[in-house]
């Protein structure tokens, strides 16, 4: 067995000294995996120490399932009040130590159709922790410190943001660790660490998902104007029916876990990288977010201004060009217009959340397009002094005393002077939909509102294990029945129109069964239309250099900074 202690050198002579200390076993069989946690600490005054279990978190519930064979040394233990809890009567301030294993209540490889991505993985060679899911605590503080001691099996790879000093309960909880058969890439950015942690296959070599790695933390840590930090993300493969796509994770302060089919494309990764990594600062670092049963109700703050910030850092640091931020922003458009509960009140969010997809959705639109209103309101009115990138910065160097969204009204006041207490009224909690200015993006075009053909592709397709787009089914009272297209043949490039759009022609080249090559056009419609708002990059004036400072909020002069 190797050991690795989660903390400097020496410091496990230390280890008495912190209030709570856990070690973590990983053993393996010819055939399993295992995993033993122990936790050592001190019980309360009382003679009566409370024990929290994993319970609900990711979206995974019943967590507490997956802790066996609990025991106790130094003190008799009962039920709780809930499954999640647990009651240790001992001596006053006696030395307590719990013993328990994790054992995983669906076994197998994570599935894109099962969901479950965030539950732990004990598998045989492998096994993928995250802290929120596994650790049994008593009652203590958020910033109570522990200590953190590893062992893996001889030969395994290791992997964790519990590797170091200075961890707290949360750290403990909000943390990731893989080990077993896992490739480590590791580069500095800014003097920092940052490490990729990888098994099986992905579909993106190594090397380009750690390059999109260091891009992304160097573009958001130039963003928030913060140094540069340990940062480590883990890749676990996802088993999928064929022609699924499945990309996802989450951040977990100083680590992503991410979790994907292995036919995601450079730019999917890239931008999801990028969401996640900003919520190191949003809102965890700008207030926090609401807590409770009422947390949905930030979430046009947390999400939507979160992907206001990805496109933005993005954009700054060179990461994404112009036309894929517009691209998003059209994007945000054609949803939040189609998005049949866009003027639902703030307050529908907080249940509906939970229970309807397109509430589920509503927060990221709303908040994206709010962000954007904003930042033009603010532009506008202080003449270019100031954006929203001086508000969120500001938010960052103040202390609060609220979550970030109840104070985010106040501080925009503060920075810029301005009164935006009746558009947060109107739009977020009103749930008035909410419209941009044509100049909002200045030379990346006007925002315009027309009607256009609605976009019917008019065949389906899976791809194939080389990564080939095939055509399965053609619809035959479709748009591209007429045109040529059938089933089997294998689209090997566009070379006209795009996806989404049926304002344009759709030129695609093909490859039958046969082994012909054809190229077939037609136009991707049934005839009807539909009210469609997007950024014209088309039309007159368009100016890449001038756009792509627009977008990454320089256009006015050097980049924001803190106000004093």
């Known amino acids: 067995m190797s050991t690795i202690l989660a903390s400097l050198a020496g410091a496990l002579l230390l280890q008495g000294a912190h209030p709570v200390d856990y070690a973590i076993s990983i053993s393996e069989t010819d055939t399993d995996s295992r995993v033993m946690i122990r936790v050592d600490f001190a019980g309360e005054a009382d003679g009566e120490t409370l024990l929290h279990l994993p319970s609900e978190w990711g979206g995974e519930g019943e967590l507490w399932n997956l802790v066996r064979d ?3 040394t130094g003190g008799d233990m009962e039920a709780g009040e809930t499954p999640d809890q647990m009651i240790v009567h001992h001596a006053p301030g006696a030395p307590l130590q719990l013993v328990y294993r994790i054992e995983p209540d669906r076994p197998g490889e994570p599935s894109a159709e099962a969901g479950d991505y965030y539950r732990p993985y004990v598998e045989p ?16 503080d958020a910033e109570t410190p522990v200590s953190v001691q590893i062992q893996t099996p001889d030969g395994w790879t290791l992997a964790s943001d519990l590797e170091h000093g200075g961890l707290t309960r949360d750290a403990l909880m909000e943390s990731v660790l893989v080990a077993g058969d896992f490739r480590i890439s590791e580069m ?30 160097a573009a958001n840590h130039a963003y ?26 989450t951040n977990l302060g100083d680590a992503f876990a991410f979790f994907t089919t292995a036919n995601a494309t450079p730019d999917i990764l890239t931008r999801i990288l990028m969401h996640e990594h900003v919520h190191s600062w949003n809102p965890r670092l700008l207030g926090g977010s609401i807590t409770g049963e009422q947390e949905p109700a930030g979430y046009w703050f947390s999400e939507g201004f979160t992907d206001f910030v990805t496109q933005r ?42 229970t309807r997809a397109d509430y589920q959705r509503l927060p990221y639109l709303r908040g994206m397009m709010f962000a954007g209103l904003v930042d033009h309101h603010v532009r506008t009115e202080t003449g270019g002094a100031f954006d929203l990138d001086d508000v969120l910065l500001a938010m960052r160097t103040r202390d609060a005393d609220r979550p970030a969204p109840l104070h985010f009204a106040e501080t925009v006041e503060q920075v810029t002077g301005l009164d ?45 294990e080389a990564g080939e787009f095939v055509i399965v089914t053609v619809d035959p009272d479709g748009p591209a029945a007429p045109a040529g297209f059938e089933a089997g043949m294998v689209v090997e490039q566009r070379l006209g129109g795009a996806v989404g759009d049926a304002a344009v022609e759709s030129v695609l080249q093909v490859r039958t069964p046969q082994g012909e090559t054809l190229t077939l056009s037609y136009w991707p419609t049934d005839g009807t239309s539909q009210s469609v ?32």
Do not use: K
């Open 70 to 72: 609990l025991q106790v």
């Open 125 to 140: 060679g492998y096994v993928h922790l995250i802290g929120n899911t596994v650790f049994v605590a008593p009652d203590m």
């Open 188 to 217: 500095e950015v800014a003097g920092a660490p940052v490490r990729l942690a990888i098994r099986g296959e992905t579909g993106i070599e190594d090397a380009a998902m750690m390059r999109a790695l260091g891009d992304v933390v």
């Open 224 to 249: 928030w104007a913060t140094e540069s930090e340990p940062y480590l993300v883990t890749v676990l493969p996802l088993t999928a029916p064929e022609g699924w796509m499945s990309v996802g994770g």
């Open 313 to 354: 850092a993005a954009v700054r640091a060179g990461v994404w060009p112009a036309e894929q931020a517009i691209e998003a922003w059209n994007e945000t458009f054609a949803e939040y217009g189609a998005n049949p509960v866009r003027e639902a009140p703030n307050a529908d969010i907080i249940n509906g959340f939970w």
């Open 420 to 464: 935006i207490a009746a558009l947060m009224t109107r739009h977020i909690e009103q749930g008035e939909p909410v419209a941009l200015d044509a100049d909002t993006f200045g030379a990346c075009g006007p925002v315009v509102t027309r009607d256009e053909p609605v976009f019917v592709y008019g065949m389906e397709g899976a791809r194939n």
């Open 533 to 564: 708002t997007r950024i014209d990059s088309a039309a007159p004036g368009y100016d890449e250099t001038a756009c792509t400072a627009r977008l990454a909020g320089t256009d006015a002069g050097a980049p924001p900074s803190p106000m004093p």
